[in-house]
């Protein structure tokens, strides 16, 4: 897996601490169809009440931290999932509706279903000749 | 601030962190890895951790079926081997795949536990795309109290 540093985006207080924690970055399959755009990731060790989903202008983020480890008094021994957190984010185009993403968590893996807007679902166009 | 709100132990990964740095300022680590150590990558990734009492590993396997997972410890070497299934949604002419990084088919891991550990006592859940297998170490090599007459 691969690590990122988050990057400088838009801060406000809030979101402050989250921008400047390294993350792990998840792994994703995209495919697109005509009716809309299909998000796979995997986030194993995340629980759906520590996932988080944000759209912030035309970014979708996609952030989970996983349950603590039990039982508590563990010393590590060997580790390849170095940092509890997941980030990654995404550029929407204009034709995506991000009001209507529907997002379902099983089995750590996220499944995200991003609709096309109405109007910008496949037309035909018809070709004028003359 | 995450760490603590979490309640991780950080020191599970500040080992390896401050291991990645001295890899990334001296090149590769000359230092001797494990003889069934797997490129990075490699699914499902593994941690271990170990506590007075047990031996824990945890498997980052998501989106497996738990049931056919087959964990089997023999002379010293637990071997952790099943398959993913491909769930992606059918594609035909009419999908495009943009991104394709989560790989599906079989896989096949090994790593060495300690010799303490009792194989009648190992016990695994899957929770959350995490595989956590936990063994117990005999009875014997646990830490006691000695008492003094």
């Given at each position: 897996m691969n690590e990122v540093q988050a990057t400088d985006t838009k801060q406000?207080?809030?979101?402050?601490?989250?921008?400047?924690?390294?993350?792990?970055?998840?792994?994703?399959?995209?495919?697109?169809?005509?009716?809309?755009?299909?998000?796979?990731?995997?986030?194993p060790g995340v629980p759906k009440d520590h996932l988080e989903l944000k759209v912030e202008g035309d970014a979708l983020v996609i952030e989970g931290a996983m349950a603590p480890f039990t039982p508590e008094k563990l010393e590590p021994v060997y580790a390849e999932v170095r940092l509890p957190r997941y980030r990654r984010s995404f550029t929407l185009s204009r034709e995506l509706d991000a009001s209507r993403i529907e997002a379902n968590l099983k089995d750590g893996v996220l499944t995200l279903r991003i609709p096309k807007q109405a109007h910008a679902q496949p037309r035909r166009i018809s070709v004028q000749v003359g | 601030m995450y760490e603590s709100m979490w309640g991780f132990p950080s020191s599970l990964f500040e080992l390896d962190r401050l291991q990645r740095e001295l890899n990334e300022m001296f090149g590769f680590s000359g230092r001797p890895a494990s003889i069934r150590s797997v490129a990075p990558g490699t699914y499902p990734a593994i941690n271990i951790g170990s506590t007075p009492t047990s031996v824990e590993i945890y498997a980052f396997a998501p989106g497996i079926d738990s049931s056919k997972v087959e964990i089997t410890l023999d002379r010293g070497v637990l071997t952790l081997s099943g398959e993913r299934p491909n769930d992606l949604p059918d594609t035909n002419d009419k999908v495009s795949v943009y991104s394709r990084e989560r790989l599906g088919g079989s896989f096949r891991r090994a790593v060495n536990v300690p010799d303490d550990v009792d194989p009648e006592h190992v016990t695994a859940t899957y929770r959350d795309g995490v595989l956590r297998i936990s063994l117990a170490r005999h009875e014997s090599a646990q830490p006691k109290r000695i008492m003094i007459r």
């Open positions: 406000d207080v809030t979101s402050n601490t989250s921008q400047d924690t390294r993350a792990l970055l998840p792994r994703v399959d995209v495919l697109e169809d005509d009716a809309g755009i299909t998000l796979l990731a995997d986030l | -």
